[in-house]
């Protein structure tokens, strides 16, 4: 594996399975009282530029059951909040720290504080991508419907983040994707340049109907991102119709799951009904995040010294 994971593209379809090897036994561990302290003396800085549940409390809660701790830092009280140079953070940070996790804005800080840190650097979401809710999607399909090579994913609504996320990583597992998108909402262009050179593996669609057609996989997040909450209005008028309902989920197969990342909007980009009929595998998907870090931390941090 690469020293930081800063976007699903970091990832090989091995490191992926590694991880989520890892991640399988460390659940099944937990939950019969086997304890994995590959951390024992590390300590995780965790720079939060914006709000977070489960990144949060399962990055610290990993850490702490690793044998590890985690510093809950907010950029409002750092000096990086004052304009201290992110490089200099990050040479700081590498004096004091085995590894930084953090949540931001745009990937290009995330990316330059990798290149100026020594130690590993993982992306708690940015507005470009999320790939350690990826990482628990992936383990919440394997563990629910066996496998992920051949696996029809659906993904209705905005090309953000996690449609980012989504897309490279499930198309690197052997996974195949059809997204459902409003025109104006695609996903970035280097994902879209990514996911042509898989064929008919990838469709991007405007049908939310005909992306779901025998679906195994309905994944689907918010209309408004963090950050965007001044076009909460606008955006509810371009994703009318881009929702996950009944209708929708008639098309998949019998079998289907539904993913959410959360926080979920009911009544915007899923209905209360079908969020509360998989609500099991929705919050599976929530618990995995937990595991699936830790495998993270485990491979990346102990990799130091
Ligand atoms: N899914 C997710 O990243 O949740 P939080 O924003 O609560 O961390
Ligand atoms: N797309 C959402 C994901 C939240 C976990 C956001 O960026 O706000």
Redesign the pocket.
Known sequence: MKKDLLRMHDLTKEDVAGILDLADQMKYDLRHGRAHRHLEGKTLGMIFE?????????FETGMYQLGGQALFLSANDLQIGRGEPVEDTARVLSRYLDGIMI?TFAQREVEDLARHASIPVIN??TDLA?P??VLADLMTVRERLSALSGVALCYIGDGNNMCNSLTVGALTVGMSVSLAVPAGYDPAPEVLTFARTFGDRFRLLRDPREAARGADVVATDVWAS?GQEAEAAARRQAFAGFQVNDDVMALCAPHAIVLH???AHRGEEITAAVFEAHADSIFDE?EN?LHAQKAVLSLLLSAKN
């Open positions: 914006k709000a977070s549940t489960r990144t949060r409390v399962s949540r708690g979401l999320h350690c809710q963090m990342c959360l926080p929530a995040r």
